[in-house]
T-cell receptor, first 117, second 113 residues
């Protein structure tokens, strides 16, 4: 069990550019979650997958955001036409489905910090 | 709708003294409640969770929390602080069923020698 990993750990981009983040969950975990954390705030839910199916999306996830989890393993989060307001820490978490989503323990990665100039 | 209020943005204690981090929640159903800790440059780690079993929940590293429905509170305590406890702590609520997690704004715990 090597834990949840996220790459890159830091990303600096210019406004208008596209960025993509990757999350590798704990190997046997079938649920994967994305959160966004801005300075001075707690994480906010963005979306989650069970296996390869994206089952819920927050209203925070605008049309510029897209997430995928092909083959139910790693996941990518892409932000198109980045804006300065997208600057935040993007967190990934995974869990093993035993109960309803959000009740079981989620294991978080270290996050990807995005800065949009 | 569910929400969480962490009553203190910062708490300072001396090593060896008790820790109290306060959390109040609002939930329409029977909530699940969690405390997570975030150390710098590390991922969030679950300390403990309440999911409608015993109201006094024991977690890792000597932390515990008591679910008080009448007060809508889920305060986190530890009898004796250690320097390694210095971190940011998040209280988290999830309504019953398939509701997402709602995090509080966090409480930064500072521990002085």
């Amino acid at each position: 069990d090597t834990g949840v990993s996220q790459n890159p750990r830091h990303k600096i981009t210019k406004r208008g550019q596209n960025v993509t983040f990757r999350c590798d969950p704990i190997s046997e975990h079938n649920r994967l979650y994305w959160y966004r954390q801005t300075l001075g705030q707690g994480p906010e839910f963005l979306t989650y997958f069970q296996n390869e199916a994206q089952l819920e999306k927050s209203r925070l996830l605008s049309d510029r955001f897209s997430a995928e989890r092909p083959k139910g393993s790693f996941s990518t989060l892409e932000i198109q036409r980045t804006e300065q307001g997208d600057s935040a820490m993007y967190l990934c978490a995974s869990s093993l489905a035993r109960q309803a989503p959000f009740k079981e323990t989620q294991y978080f990665g270290p996050g990807t910090r995005l800065l949009v100039l | 709708a569910q929400s969480v209020t962490q009553l203190d943005s910062h708490v300072s204690v001396s090593e060896g003294t008790p820790v109290l981090l306060r959390c109040n929640y609002s939930s329409s159903y029977s909530p699940s409640l969690f405390w997570y800790v975030q150390h710098p440059n590390k991922g969030l780690q679950l300390l403990l969770k309440y999911t409608s079993a015993a109201t006094l929940v024991k977690g890792i590293n000597g932390f515990e929390a008591e679910f008080k429905k009448s007060e809508t509170s889920f305060h986190l305590t530890k009898p004796s602080a250690h320097m390694s406890d210095a971190a940011e702590y998040f209280c988290v609520v999830s309504d019953g069923g398939y509701s997402t997690l709602t995090f509080g704004k966090g409480t930064m715990l500072l521990v002085s020698p």
